[in-house]
């Protein structure tokens, strides 16, 4: 069944709450996961919440990664969606789920754009 | 049972595909979207692709928006992401339908964030 694009849902769930409310490294580890499986970083744009929570994404020639966070909850959505065969999208899983220290995650793929052709 | 985000993921297939393939409009798009639900914005980022297609996300402050289109298939994916219950996020579909003229969509809502609170 070929699809245009992948789409991965992330929950993360008992993360580290520091990191969830530090606008910098969040969005170190967001571009990190966009090097780490091969995409091409096109813009991005973060905001800081008050009192705490950060939303961030980063837009990719391949499509888009993007984290909303919780702190107070130690919680965090993050989606990473991509197009081509030249991304592993998985690898981006692994970067976020090592630096947001994720101890309870669940990862659900979307394919996006099936279409007759 | 309660969530922290509300997530729409929409398939919108048979559209106008020169709308597709214009940012400018697109932007026009996403924007009047975000507003229609009630939502304020705080950043965006659109970028056109050669030799078609778009990609753009407008933050919000209650998540984000976003939309990648393939004008050579008159498709696009768009996602509506938002927490909090002062928007209304089925309003942006709306928007997104009649904007682009998607005569075949599909909407899958997903609730994000489902924590023992």
Same mark, same amino acid.
Not at 7 to 34: Q, W, Y
Not at 60 to 68: D, G, N
Not at 77 to 103: H, Y
């Given at each position: 069944?070929?699809?245009?694009?992948k789409?991965?849902?992330?929950?993360?769930?008992?993360?580290?709450?520091? =990191?969830?409310?530090?606008?910098?490294?969040?969005?170190?580890?967001?571009?990190?996961?966009?090097?780490?499986?091969?995409?091409?970083?096109?813009?991005?744009s973060?905001?800081?919440?008050?009192?705490q929570? =950060?939303?961030?994404v =980063?837009v990719i020639?391949?499509?888009?990664?993007?984290?909303?966070?919780?702190?107070?909850?130690?919680?965090?959505?993050?989606?990473?969606?991509?197009?081509?065969?030249?991304?592993?999208?998985e690898?981006?899983?692994?970067?976020?789920?090592?630096?947001?220290?994720?101890?309870?995650?669940?990862?659900?793929e =979307?394919?996006?754009?099936?279409?007759?052709?």
């Amino acid at each position: 069944m070929n699809a245009l694009g992948k789409h991965l849902l992330l929950e993360l769930k008992s993360c580290d709450k520091e =990191v969830l409310d530090d606008i910098s490294f969040l969005r170190g580890a967001l571009l990190a996961a966009a090097s780490e499986c091969g995409a091409t970083v096109l813009g991005e744009s973060f905001h800081q919440f008050s009192p705490q929570g =950060v939303s961030g994404v =980063v837009v990719i020639a391949e499509s888009h990664l993007f984290i909303h966070t919780w702190p107070e909850y130690g919680y965090a959505a993050a989606d990473i969606f991509t197009c081509g065969n030249s991304v592993q999208p998985e690898k981006a899983v692994q970067v976020l789920l090592r630096k947001l220290g994720s101890k309870n995650h669940s990862v659900v793929e =979307v394919r996006r754009g099936i279409l007759d052709i």
